[in-house]
């Protein structure tokens, strides 16, 4: 191994680019985070790691420090819980199999929303086929551009608002791990495991489910979310202090699909070092 290098901050470890449902290629989120001022960044996409050897390309050659990350889907009881995974090894046999399943179930869901929606708008399979990049993880925000491209809604945010919500009639779930199977499987992959947005709207997950999830080997919370309301950051806060564990805080940038920007939130340089030292399973890519 070579030697121990360092990396700069500002650091936002929380960006999608179109390998998921953000709107950019990986080496543009690239441009977009140091554009903004960010000096380490991490690409983050949903349930897959394509992104990455383009986005280390960029980010290298304009002077960032890349971290390899991704946004684990998962799924506790009704709830969708996105565990974000830093530095694993992409070629885990067990946890490549799960990838597998989630985007296999991915596609065969979006394609049912997309038969149940056609019944009452004009969308057909192939509008949102053309607004997802080839082999890309699918979700809803493809079906909102669809939706959008159409002139059925103005933006994401109106479609996720009615046509797309969990309550309205065209939802249909996806197959995901339930969480603390999915730490397991980071963990496995000698990746760091961090919940991603813990205390949104729907509410903080329940204590034994964080506790569990602790045993079996999360790292810590992003913290410092815009969709993180405060009490629930607070008792975040709170639970790691007293089990010293990892905060962080990020953009969740998208690119045109979400207001959030590069930098709007970063992580303190102790804990993106905490990180580092604790991911095995891959390395940071330096300048
Ligand atoms: P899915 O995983 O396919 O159920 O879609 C959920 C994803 O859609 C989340 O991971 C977000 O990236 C995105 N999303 C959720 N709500 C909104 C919104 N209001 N506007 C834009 N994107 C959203
Ligand atoms: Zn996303
Ligand atoms: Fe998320
Ligand atoms: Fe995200």
Do not use: C
């Amino acid at each position: 191994m070579g030697e121990r290098r360092r990396f700069e901050g500002p650091s936002d470890l929380h960006l999608h680019s179109l390998r998921s449902d953000g709107t950019e290629p990986p080496a543009q989120v690239m441009t977009a985070a140091h554009r903004h001022g960010i000096r380490t960044a991490a690409l983050t996409d949903h349930d897959t790691t394509s992104g990455w050897a383009e986005a280390a390309d960029a980010a290298v050659s304009l002077g960032m420090t890349f971290v390899p990350g991704m946004e684990l889907s998962t799924r506790f009881r009704w709830r969708s819980v996105h565990l974000l995974a830093y530095l694993f090894d992409p070629d885990h046999a067990g946890l490549r199999a799960e990838m597998e399943r989630i985007r296999t179930s991915r596609l065969t869901r979006a394609r049912t929303m997309a038969d149940r929606i056609g019944h009452d708008y004009d969308l057909s399979w192939d509008d949102i086929v053309a607004h997802t990049t080839d082999g890309a993880t699918v979700g809803r925000p493809h079906i909102a551009d669809a939706l959008v491209a159409k002139g059925l809604v103005a933006d994401r945010t109106e479609a996720f608002a009615h046509i797309l919500s969990p309550q309205g009639d065209y939802y249909v779930a996806l197959y995901a791990p339930d969480p603390v199977t999915a730490v397991d499987l980071v963990v496995a992959a000698g990746g760091v495991p961090i919940i991603a947005h813990p205390a949104g709207r729907a509410g903080l997950l329940p204590r034994a489910l964080i506790d569990e999830m602790l045993d079996h080997g999360l790292a810590g919370f992003e913290l410092d979310h815009r969709e993180n309301l405060e009490a629930g950051r607070r008792t975040l806060r709170r639970i790691a202090r007293e089990r010293d564990l990892i905060t962080t805080g990020s953009s969740d940038y998208h690119g045109l699909g979400k207001p959030n920007l590069p930098g709007e939130n970063t992580t303190y340089d102790e804990m993106v070092q905490r990180i580092i030292s604790a991911g095995t399973g891959s390395s940071p890519v330096y300048p």
